[in-house]
Structures are given as structure tokens and as C-alpha cells.
């Protein structure tokens, strides 16, 4: 997995809500069975007319936000479907960063399991990010995962909390199945004993 | 004896294999299913990595999202729908993992044929990459969706690295009154709490009301949990839990199931345990439920209006209502038994069982379709369509004019041939009413079984209770 732990880039406004996995990642690109080339069809049906034009308005259409590599968005990011896709096309796209004020649970795992920091703030935090990243280009924001910061362009800074498994991991580009592998003596042991207690579970 | 625990608190501490790190433990699974769509790249870790399925018999794999509903016998004329299922049959044979294959009459969605099969069972541990997993919790289970990476680490190690969730009691009172379903009552605390309401929590479902819904209606309530963004839900398993896992191809067997029925019994919340957030809802006031919106939370009961932007406080509501509004072609104030529909779709792990198409089968026998109505049925498994068939359901769909399709997801997520045009507008039994999830541009209202069945006759939405 790729490391993540400090990111300077531009940041995207979508102060839209409940950001459902639909609209991240459209079913009908689901259809692959291979993790990279989802970029482009990030954000599909609000992206691309019906004609697969680009649609001037959509914030990552426009000049100031085609590079951006942090999504600034509105409560509940990510809910619905599991598909891990919707990580993928934000990645393959250029997104390491999302921030909103909360987070769909397995969206939220997804993100990690991808090298993505989801970070969520205060809705006063949050409308100010908001504020930073609707000036574009001019107003980058910084993202410290060792010091759990964020860094606005006007000096700002906002603190934020993650848990000690996951910044472990994303500082450190950790394999999970790697390291769940290294008790796997345990795993062992736990079977043993539930071949006891609950035969009915292992025939 | 410790502190009292919830049903979540037993079930978590009986699956700890190992602490990893401060709160993230590493869980035992007890159950792994897995379908074409999310699995591709976690086999395909698999051999990248030289790694192996520890458990292929924990382990259980069907086809349901990409399969076409009609003229199975052309085969799969999507080529990529057709690669993705070719290849879950060449994973589950390389590595070894049961499988339902596509002329197995015993195939169908992943959550229906899991409880139908004896899959699930009270007291496991159960992930699926797929967030409607959540169904299972019906029998008392913990069991949630997962995303791709953690299908590869539960076929790897047998187990999922989790942060412990918070306990939601939700405790339904009282009785449901004729014409209210599980689905209503679901899509009412969606309403309520709002589909980041349960986020951060595992909800138990209590109560009179809870009590009295079949197995069926405990699968509907817990597969829309996820709607309100909890991780999970789960009804403690009684008597109704018991009878109906009895006897099924893979439940425990006379002797093995006296044994399991014992442990089942001590799975139920203890006197006096902590939840975190606790709601009560009173079933005896609920009505009808149906969604106008883009976004699950966007319930109503259908004696309702489509609320106007002003209507919420929040910034980002109105915004999302706004475009809601203008998505779905309509304007605020409009009475919702107004609104007319095209489309008609019974199916989806939410309302595919037997029970649900009875439901359907007693409002629409002996009336017909409106002319201007599109209205299918697609059973949940190859053997609801089997029952229905022996029970001459299928001869009453059609009849009043109903297609009457094979198993599969189908209008659910149309990652099949069923899916919506831009503008059409469905009244459907299935779980997520998003921007284009039945098709770009489609138009989604979620609602019962018995309300899909009253909008198939009268062409809009239709209050199930004053059919006549």
C-alpha cells in the first residue's frame, strides 16, 4: 500500500451531502475485474453529459480543480454500496485526502485499505475548509498525518483524531494481511478451541 | 459473572482472536460470502501473493448482480457482465470455494440464499462485500459489508481487523397495523435517524413489534439498517429464529442442533446493559412509508407532501433537497399519492422472499397493471421462484400483467439488462433510491411490497389501504 503522511495540494469543495458510492463510482463501471483505470470515470453521471462530455460546472472539471488531490465535502461521504471501487477511482484520479464531518463505516475502511487518509472535523471546521478550498488554486491545504494537522492557507489549524492502527499502517504503507499473518498461530488456536465449543461450526 | 453485555458485546468478545493495535482487534469469521462484482481482485491477490483460502468451506460463492433476468438460455450477452461471472467461476474452482453456479436451481442473491441455505446462522461472525450483508443480523448474527481489500484478508486469515462499534437499542412498541410492513417501519427510522443516524454503532432491534415479525420481516428491517449507516443490525434469536433454521441443507443436524439451539439461547442482551444511544418508536402510529428523494432518509408517510428546501436546517440538506427535487422532477407540496409511475419493480435482497411475493399476490389477484405501468417481479433465489411457482403466484403476476423474471439483483442496482431511462419513474421494493442507481436518470420511491403492488394497479403512488 502507499504511504501517506504529509500532502500540500488543492483541495475541491463538494458541499453536497450524503456523497453516496453511486455517484462516486457508477455500477456500470463495477463491471471490471482489475483495481486501476477508475479515475476517469470518477464522478461519471455528475461529470459527463449523456454525450460523455464534460460538464463545465462539475467542480473537477474546472481548471482550478483538475489537480486536486484533497476532496473538501459535506456530512456522511461515502455512504452505500461497499464497492471499493469508489477508493479506487478516487485514487487513480489523484485523491489521497477526503475531509468532511463524518463518514460512511466501510467507505471509511476502504479508504485505508488504499493509501486515502478520510479525516472528519467539526462542522465550524469544516465550513471553513470549505472556504479555503472555494478560492482554488491560490489556497492549497496542507495535511500532516504524524501531527494529525491540518494547515490552512491563512495559517489556520485544525487537529484532527485518527486511530493508532490505521496512521500506523498509512505512515508506514503496512500490508494488513501481512501483519494479521504474523499471529496467525493464534488464529490456529482460536479454531482449536471453537472445534470444542461450537462443533456445529466446523464439520 | 462480568458486567451485563449486549447481544453485539457477546458476539464480538466470543470472536476476538488477538489484539493488533490499541482498539483495532483481529475478529474471527465464521462465514465469507462472496459474489462476482467485489471479488475479482481479492482472488487475484490470492495469486499475486502465492496465498491460499484457509477456509474454502467457511467460505461460500454465487453470481446474483451481474445475471440476466430473462432468456438465460442466449447466455450472458454483456461481455463484461459475462468475464465477471466466468471468472468467480474459475476463482471458486481454483481455490477450492463451494459455489452455486448459474443452472443451479438453488443460486440466486447472495442474501436470500444464505438464510435459505442454512448458511447463516445465530451467532456468527458474517462479511460479504456487499453492504446489504447487514440481513443477516436477523438471526442474531454480527454481519456487515466489507470492501475488496478485506475480502482478500478474511479469505487469507479467516479474519477481519475491526474497531469495536457503540450499542443502538431501537425498541419498536406495540404492533404493526394491517398494511405496515417491515419495510415501512425500516424506512421510518431511516426517516427518523437519518442514513448517517446509526453511524458508528451496531443496532439491536427490540420489542413487541420485533418479536412479531417472521424471519422474512427481520431480514427486511436488518437489510436496511445500513441505510442508516450502522455497521450492522441484529434481532436476538428466539423460538421463530430456531424453527426456521431447523432442517436446512447447512444448518447443524440432529444432535449438532440441540447443542447449537442451547448456545443460541444464552444470545440476547442482558439485564441492565449499556446502550449508547437507545430509541423507542411506537409501531401502533406508523403508517405506509415512501421515499421522494435521492437519498433513503428522504421518507415520508405516503399521506405525506414533497417537502420544500426550506423545510430543513441544514445548509447542506437544502442543498442536496434542491437537487433531489430537481433530479426527481418534482415540485414541493405535491401530494405524494399524486405522483404517477411508469415503472413497477418487486425483487432485491430487501423484499425477494416468499412472503413478500404472497404480499404482492394478494393485493394484485384478480385486478391488472395499469396500461401505462411497467411492473416486474424477479424472485429472490431460483428456489423462492420454485415455491412461488407451486403456490401459482406466478399465474396471478401474470395475469394482472406482470413479468414474472428469473433470480437475480436486477432492478436493484441494474448492473443487469433491467434497468430504468432517464426519466422513467419506479416504485420499487428495493433498498437505495440514489441518483441513477436503477439506471441514469431513473427515478427511484422506495417502498413495500403491498405499496409496489397498489402503484402497479393504480399507476401512482398509491396508499395500500385505501385499495379497495
Known amino acids: 500500500m502507499d504511504k501517506f503522511d504529509k500532502l500540500t495540494a488543492v483541495a475541491a469543495p463538494m458541499p453536497l451531502v450524503n456523497i453516496d458510492t453511486d455517484m462516486i463510482i457508477p455500477k456500470q463501471y463495477l463491471k471490471t475485474i482489475q483495481r486501476v483505470g477508475l479515475g476517469k470515470s470518477l464522478f461519471a453521471e455528475m461529470r459527463y453529459d449523456a454525450d460523455g462530455n464534460e460538464i463545465e460546472d462539475f467542480v473537477l472539471n474546472q481548471p482550478a480543480y483538475r489537480k486536486a488531490q484533497i476532496l473538501v465535502a459535506g456530512d456522511n461521504f461515502g455512504c452505500g454500496s461497499s464497492r471499493e471501487h469508489a477508493p479506487w477511482a478516487l485514487k487513480d484520479f489523484g485523491i489521497r485526502c477526503v475531509i468532511s464531518t463524518s463518514f460512511a463505516d466501510i467507505f471509511h475502511n476502504n479508504c ?53 492502527f490505521n496512521k500506523h499502517c498509512l505512515l508506514e504503507g503496512l500490508d494488513e494481511i501481512g501483519l494479521t499473518l504474523k499471529k496467525e498461530n493464534k488464529v490456529t488456536d482460536f479454531e482449536d478451541a471453537r472445534k470444542l465449543d461450537q462443533p456445529w461450526l466446523h464439520t | 459473572m462480568g458486567n451485563p453485555r449486549t447481544l453485539y458485546d457477546k458476539i464480538w468478545d466470543s470472536h476476538i482472536v488477538a489484539q493488533q493495535e490499541a482498539e483495532a482487534y483481529i475478529l474471527y469469521i465464521d462465514r465469507h460470502l462472496v459474489h462476482e462484482v467485489t471479488s475479482p481482485q481479492a482472488f487475484e491477490g490470492l495469486r499475486v501473493s502465492g496465498r491460499k483460502v484457509r477456509r474454502p468451506e467457511a467460505t461460500f460463492a454465487v453470481a446474483d448482480h451481474n445475471v440476466p433476468t430473462k432468456d438465460l438460455d442466449k447466455g450472458i450477452q454483456d461481455p463484461e457482465s459475462k468475464l465477471q461471472i466466468d471468472t468467480l467461476e474459475a476463482n471458486t474452482a481454483e481455490f477450492g470455494v463451494p459455489y452455486f453456479s448459474m443452472t443451479d436451481d438453488r443460486r440466486g442473491i447472495v442474501h436470500i440464499i444464505g438464510p435459505e441455505q442454512g448458511l447463516t446462522l445465530p451467532g456468527m461472525t458474517i462479511v460479504c462485500g456487499d453492504s446489504h450483508t447487514s440481513t443477516h443480523g436477523a438471526f442474531g448474527a454480527l454481519a456487515h459489508g466489507i470492501g475488496t481489500s478485506e475480502v482478500e484478508h478474511v479469505l487469507v486469515t479467516q479474519t477481519l ?31 427518523q435517524i437519518g442514513t448517517a443516524g446509526g453511524t458508528g454503532h451496531v443496532i439491536e432491534y427490540a420489542g413487541e413489534a420485533v418479536r412479531s415479525l417472521s424471519m422474512e420481516g427481520r431480514m427486511t428491517l ?82 405525506g407532501y414533497v417537502p420544500h428546501p426550506t423545510e430543513f436546517k441544514d445548509e447542506g440538506k437544502q442543498i442536496a433537497v434542491e437537487r433531489a427535487l430537481h433530479y426527481m422532477g418534482l415540485r414541493a407540496g405535491t401530494k405524494l399519492t399524486d405522483i404517477e409511475v411508469d415503472h413497477v419493480f418487486v425483487g ?24 401505462s405501468v411497467n411492473a416486474i417481479i424477479v424472485p429472490g433465489s431460483g428456489l423462492v421462484k420454485i415455491q412461488a411457482e407451486e403456490e401459482g403466484l406466478d399465474k396471478i403476476f401474470e395475469a394482472a400483467g406482470f413479468e414474472w423474471r428469473q433470480p437475480g439483483c436486477s432492478m436493484c442496482l441494474a448492473m443487469n439488462p433491467d434497468k430504468l431511462a432517464p426519466g422513467d419513474r419506479c416504485a420499487s421494493t428495493s433498498n437505495r433510491n440514489f441518483e441513477g442507481r436503477q439506471g441514469q436518470g431513473g427515478r427511484t420511491h422506495l417502498v413495500s411490497p403491498v405499496m409496489a403492488a397498489a402503484a402497479a394497479i393504480t399507476g401512482r403512488l398509491t396508499d395500500v389501504r385505501d385499495l379497495t
Open chain 1, 112 to 164: 485505508f485499505r488504499n493509501g486515502i487518509l478520510p479525516i472528519s472535523v467539526s462542522h465550524s471546521d469544516l465550513e471553513k475548509l470549505m472556504d479555503d478550498a472555494e478560492r482554488g488554486a491560490n489556497a492549497t491545504i496542507s495535511v500532516d498525518l504524524v501531527t494529525q494537522e491540518i494547515h490552512g492557507p491563512d495559517g489556520g489549524v485544525i487537529k484532527f483524531d485518527i486511530d493508532n
Open chain 2, 348 to 371: 432485491s435482497c430487501t423484499n425477494g422472499r416468499i412472503e413478500d411475493l404472497r404480499e404482492v399476490a394478494r393485493i394484485i389477484e384478480g385486478k391488472q397493471v395499469k396500461d
Open chain 2, 161 to 191: 481487523v475491526q474497531e469495536k462499534a457503540k450499542n443502538m437499542l431501537i425498541r419498536v412498541d406495540g404492533d404493526l397495523p394491517p398494511g405496515v410492513t417491515a419495510k415501512d417501519l425500516a424506512l421510518a427510522i431511516i426517516g
Open chain 2, 222 to 303: 436488518c437489510n436496511l439498517t445500513i441505510e442508516a449507516g450502522a455497521r450492522a443490525g441484529m434481532v436476538a434469536p428466539d423460538q421463530t429464529t430456531f424453527e426456521y433454521v431447523q432442517g436446512r441443507p447447512y444448518a447443524p443436524k440432529a444432535g449438532a442442533y440441540e447443542q447449537a439451539v442451547a448456545y443460541w439461547k444464552t444470545l440476547k442482551t442482558d439485564e441492565g446493559a449499556h446502550f449508547d444511544t437507545e430509541i423507542v418508536i411506537d409501531a401502533n402510529a406508523l403508517v405506509p412509508y415512501v421515499t421522494w428523494g435521492t437519498s433513503p432518509e428522504d421518507a415520508l408517510p405516503i399521506t
